[in-house]
């Protein structure tokens, strides 16, 4: 499936996604970050010698290191869910790129997103997103979206995070922050979080052999307040999507669930479809989604990688019924594989 940062499909079909993907996989898109700038050392010469410093401990370091990175996350969870914005941003993945214009604002205590985009067939998506929704997309920034404060202890379990220095996004000075995973069942990530606010200014998905599979980032950023009329459709043909759709997530007893799921993947949603159910899992960074469904006309069995999106498909027979399952997400293909072949009924 190719890699909808933005979605948040009206009705959820997973055969349909997955059916385009496995006829026409494409390969992963590849990039390079670009290398830190080293200064040569200089000579000081008539310095008189100084006392050495005092070393640090390690233990103090990592524990300075720590709370660094601790709080840098609580700040970009906090913006993603609480700042106001509109901006243009860039997406590459599968050796495209594709420019959106982004708005973003807080509605009765619910984040309210328009997403337009500029280039390529005209496409534009309203979202309504509460605290209590499925968060399984629909936003520019789904997994900092996925991020709270309660879960930042859940996140550096499994991901080892790393200050690389700053750099310059739209304008603004940035911090450069690395997530690199701690096992091979995610993928790692690059974020330049805004130094002022908070708010991710560029993120790169990057695979376990230092490949970019996809970056998004501002070319344009305002921070003054968003009016109504900007969060609404420009585009007649728009359909908005509001709370009622997550509504479905709320109260629906999961029939499913995971004999295995990588390490740290919590379910967070579970939404009804005409044909079965649906599962979201989160990391507090990574997402997949696991998709149950009645599909007796569909026979296919196997993966597509498109970017860093991963779709795979299987069956299995419960009760003389069968059913196809499909997942979907940003994880290694490997992965996907072994989280459709865990899937069991909850009883």
Not at 13 to 36: E, I, M, V
Not at 136 to 143: D, E, L, Q, T, W
Not at 235 to 244: L, R
């Amino acid at each position: 499936m190719e890699k909808l940062i933005f979605r948040t499909p009206r009705k959820a079909n997973s055969s349909l996604l997955a059916f385009l993907l496995l006829a026409s996989p494409l390969a992963f898109a590849q990039g390079n970050a670009p290398a830190d700038d080293q200064a040569a050392p200089r000579e000081v010469p008539n310095q008189a010698p100084q006392q050495a410093p005092q070393e640090i401990p390690q233990d103090a370091r990592d524990a300075t290191a720590s709370e660094a990175t601790r709080v840098l996350l609580a700040r970009l969870a906090q913006a993603v869910a609480n700042l106001e914005y509109r901006g243009l941003v860039t997406f590459e993945h599968v050796g495209s790129m594709e420019t959106l214009e982004v708005v973003h604002g807080i509605r009765d205590g619910e984040q309210v997103e328009r997403i337009r985009y500029l280039t390529g067939s005209p496409r534009e998506k309203v979202t309504r997103i509460g605290d209590d929704e499925c968060r399984h997309g629909g936003s520019v920034f789904p997994r900092s979206g996925l991020l709270s404060a309660a879960g930042l202890q859940n996140v550096q379990s499994n991901y080892a995070f790393l200050i690389r220095g700053e750099e310059r996004v739209a304008d603004r000075e940035a911090i450069v922050l690395e997530a690199r995973p701690r096992d091979l069942h995610r993928f790692g990530m690059v974020i330049s979080v805004d130094k002022e606010t908070g708010l991710p200014l560029k993120s790169m998905l990057i695979a376990p052999a230092g490949r970019v599979l996809e970056r998004f980032q501002f070319v344009e950023l305002d921070l003054a307040p968003v009016t109504d009329d900007e969060l609404k459709p420009q585009s007649p043909s728009t359909e908005p999507i509001t709370g009622d759709e997550a509504a479905k997530c709320a109260n629906v007893e999961s029939r499913w669930r995971l004999g295995w799921a990588p390490s740290g993947f919590k379910p967070v949603a579970v939404q009804a479809l005409s044909d079965g159910q649906m599962l979201v899992f989160s990391d507090g960074l990574s997402a997949f989604t696991v998709f149950v469904q009645q599909l007796p006309e569909m026979n296919y069995k196997g993966r597509a990688v498109r970017g860093a999106t991963v779709a795979y498909m299987d069956h299995i027979d419960v009760n003389g019924a069968r059913y196809t399952v499909t997942v979907v997400g940003e994880i290694p293909d490997n992965t996907a594989q072994l989280v459709a072949k865990a899937v069991t009924e909850a009883n």
